[in-house]
């Protein structure tokens, strides 16, 4: 559970951070599924030098690479050349060495300092293992009594009111610090059978929320998760109803 805690703190951290673009050199934008955050995604690519020599590929092998977004199972460059794409697409890019390998450089392969070229193409792009969902979605959950956990800060819930059947519990501070007695929260609302359960997370504007839905389904077991697609957010833009607490 502390590793748990960890990953989750890791992936918020650096979801926040602002980093240097990348260059798109050339595009082919494909027809199929859109890449989103946690996405599991099918490559083919080859990664070169800027004067052509190839340092990596797997083309022609057997098998693509399988990532998912937002995991940091790739270098920070080629994931910001994959997300956001689509199936089918396929792209030239450019990665500076600050999102690649930096300084160190990558062993004996990979020098320091040194920006490198990907050309990759989009074989297959699936769902991650929770559900995005709408506010008249998270709507039939809440009337069926599924448990929907408001995970934003106080001041955001008197900032905008919260949603009627919602419970709150804060994720993450406002100095990004996680909430260790959230998954006490959690348990006290579901009971024993608590990974068979449906539970929906709120967040601002869906992003933070997505963090913390995607470790509950893939590494806490949970077969039922939603997530408010937009956060609260996109409730407000639909102009659904909020309440204030006094």
């Known amino acids: 559970m502390k590793k748990y805690f960890l990953i989750l703190i890791s992936l918020f951290i ?43 590929t797997n083309v022609g092998k057997d098998r693509p690479l399988v990532v998912q977004m937002g995991m940091k199972e790739v270098i920070p460059g080629f994931e910001q050349g994959i997300m956001g794409t689509t199936k089918g697409t396929k792209r030239k890019i450019r990665i ?16 320091p300092n040194t920006d490198l070229i990907f050309e990759f193409k989009i074989i297959d792009v699936l769902d991650p293992n929770y559900k995005l969902i709408s506010p008249d979605e998270l709507i039939v959950l809440i009337e069926k009594n599924s448990i929907a956990l408001d995970i934003r800060t106080e001041d955001q819930w008197k900032k905008t009111g919260i949603i009627k059947g919602t419970f ?20 006290a609302l579901a009971g024993a059978e608590s990974q068979n359960i449906e539970i929906a997370f709120i967040s601002n504007d869906g992003e933070t929320a997505s963090i913390l839905g995607n470790a509950f389904a893939e590494d806490l077991g949970f077969k039922n998760v939603f997530v408010l697609k937009g956060g ?6 639909d102009k659904k109803a909020l309440i204030f607490e006094k």
């Not at 600050?98 to 990558?106: C, F, I, M, T, V």
Request: glycine fraction near 10%; include cysteine; aromatic fraction near 12%.
């Open 96 to 111: 500076p060495s600050e999102l690649a390998y930096g300084e160190k450089g990558g062993g004996d392969v990979i020098p």
């Open 14 to 56: 650096c979801f926040n951070l602002t980093a240097t673009e990348i260059e798109i050199i050339s595009d082919k934008p494909g027809n199929g599924k859109k890449i989103i955050y946690h996405s599991w995604v099918q490559i083919e690519y080859t990664g070169s030098f800027e004067n052509g020599e190839v340092f990596d």
């Open 232 to 237: 609260i957010k996109a409730w407000i833009e």
């Open 168 to 187: 709150q519990e804060t994720a993450f501070s406002k100095e990004g610090k996680f909430n260790v007695y959230l998954m006490d929260k959690v348990r």
